[in-house]
């Protein structure tokens, strides 16, 4: 039983190309996340949503839209990639049930590569 | 603002060696401290976890205590193994209007060798 997933697990594209990745959860958790982590491991906050709605959205280029299409989805899409762009991007989920609140179950990871 | 500092890495050792990772942090009011693990190629898990000062978080032979008084959090293990290799990831949580941040470390990366 897969209970994070994300599609693709690779993605090897062009710069300036719109692309999207796929995260699912069946948990049946309240909130997710997005993440990106770099070369040198370094993991870094994208987006939170909790029931369908944005509750964390760091500095990011708004090149990066999420969407949630209900609580146990969330998508992140990218227009005009670039360089810079290639890392591996990892989605999140956690519950809001009390003691259990604040652990972060993770995907597997998508491993983009922008060319 | 709230903060993780670990040691650098790569941390190579030997089979059955004993392991210390540091990880001190910076945070106002009582955060929840956490060790997550990352295998190669696959997403962070969550090792163990304290959620008060004293408190002792313990899992596959790994610990790490909460000293408030010295604002550390550092993992050990008395006798490390090949499949430890990994990154090691320390982290606290802070509120977040109704939910929770995970505030990270930038990660140590452990190398175990027969």
């Known amino acids: 039983d897969t209970a994070v997933s994300q599609t693709p697990k690779y993605l090897v594209t062009q710069m300036g190309n719109d692309k999207s990745i796929k995260c699912e959860q069946n948990?049946?958790?309240?909130?997710m996340y997005w993440y990106k982590q770099d070369s040198k491991k370094f993991l870094k906050i994208m987006f939170s949503?909790?029931?369908?709605?944005?509750?964390i959205n760091e500095t990011v280029p708004n090149r990066f839209s999420p969407k949630s299409p209900d609580k146990a989805h969330l998508n992140l899409h990218i227009n005009s990639l670039e360089l810079g762009d290639s890392a591996v991007y990892f989605c999140?989920?956690?519950?809001?049930?009390?003691?259990?609140?604040?652990?972060?179950?993770f995907g597997p990871g998508t491993r983009l590569l922008v060319l | 603002g709230d903060s993780v500092t670990q040691m650098e890495g790569p941390v190579t050792l030997s089979e059955e060696a004993f392991l210390t990772i540091n990880c001190t942090y910076t945070?106002?009011?009582?955060?929840?401290l956490f060790w997550y693990v990352q295998y190669p190629g696959e997403g962070l898990q969550l090792l163990l976890k304290?959620?008060?000062a004293d408190d002792k978080g313990s899992n596959k032979g790994f610990e790490a205590t909460y000293r408030k008084e010295t604002t550390s959090f550092h993992l050990e293990k008395g006798s490390v193994q090949v499949s430890d290799s990994a990154v090691y990831f320390c982290?606290?949580?802070?509120?977040?209007?109704?939910?929770?941040?995970?505030?990270w470390g930038a990660g140590t990366k452990l190398i175990i060798k027969p």
């Open positions: 949503y909790n029931n369908k709605e944005l509750i």
């Open positions: 982290a606290l949580s802070v509120p977040m209007d109704s939910n929770y941040q995970l505030i």
């Open positions: 999140a989920s956690s519950p809001l049930a009390v003691g259990l609140i604040e652990t972060q179950y």
């Open positions: 945070a106002t009011g009582y955060p929840s």
């Open positions: 304290a959620t008060k």
């Open positions: 948990l049946g958790h309240d909130t």
